[in-house]
């Protein structure tokens, strides 16, 4: 809404100039119906000409204006999939790791994994949507025993399609999540 300002104070003095060649032509042309000759019809021909030079140049400004907005917007919505993408892969490898370890508690891989997945989920509220970080919460968290990868993956690939970084509606709770116990530990 800024900048359509910025660009109406802009474009004021140019269609002010506009109006004013309008009233000109208009008055010339009563003038010279009035009494005829009083004023050369290339003079008129010249300021209708001068008149249609103006406008294009006008709406040429405009329309570039308009195109470079939605063509920054569009950019700025690829760059946000991207990153989300990116993100979300390093996300959910770091989630399938995890599990995959998660039998061998006392493994280097199993603490590698660990503590990578700690970081990518605690990464999550930078760019996913409210509904993958209230999942990955309650699955982390352990009050949900089941993990349902089709339901993350539903949810990832929603949030994908959208191009924005949402404000969280009533986030009851934001957790963060360290690595296990025996991650902390460090090695034996």
């Known amino acids: 809404m800024h900048v359509k300002r910025k660009t109406m104070k802009k474009i004021w003095p140019l269609i002010l100039f506009v109006l004013a060649i309008i009233a000109l032509i208009f008055y010339t042309i009563e003038l010279n119906r009035k009494t005829p000759d009083i004023i050369d019809e290339k003079i008129i021909i010249s300021l209708i000409g001068s008149l249609t030079a103006i406008i294009t140049v006008i709406g040429s400004i405009y329309v570039n204006k308009l195109l470079s907005n939605e063509n920054s917007k569009r950019q700025r919505a690829l760059e946000i999939r991207k990153t989300k993408q990116e993100y979300y892969h390093e996300f959910t490898e770091s989630f399938l790791l995890r599990i995959a370890y998660l039998p061998n508690q006392k493994s280097k891989e199993f603490k590698d994994s660990d503590r990578k997945f700690c970081i990518e989920k605690n990464r999550l509220p930078l760019y996913a949507s409210q509904e ?13 025993m089941t993990a349902d990868f089709k339901t993350l993956f539903d949810l990832i690939r929603k949030d994908l399609l959208n191009d924005e970084l949402k404000e969280f509606q009533d986030l009851k709770s934001l957790n963060v999540t360290l690595p296990s116990e025996e991650t902390r530990k460090g090695t034996v």
């Open 132 to 144: 993958i970080i209230e999942y990955v919460d309650e699955v982390a968290s352990g009050k949900s």
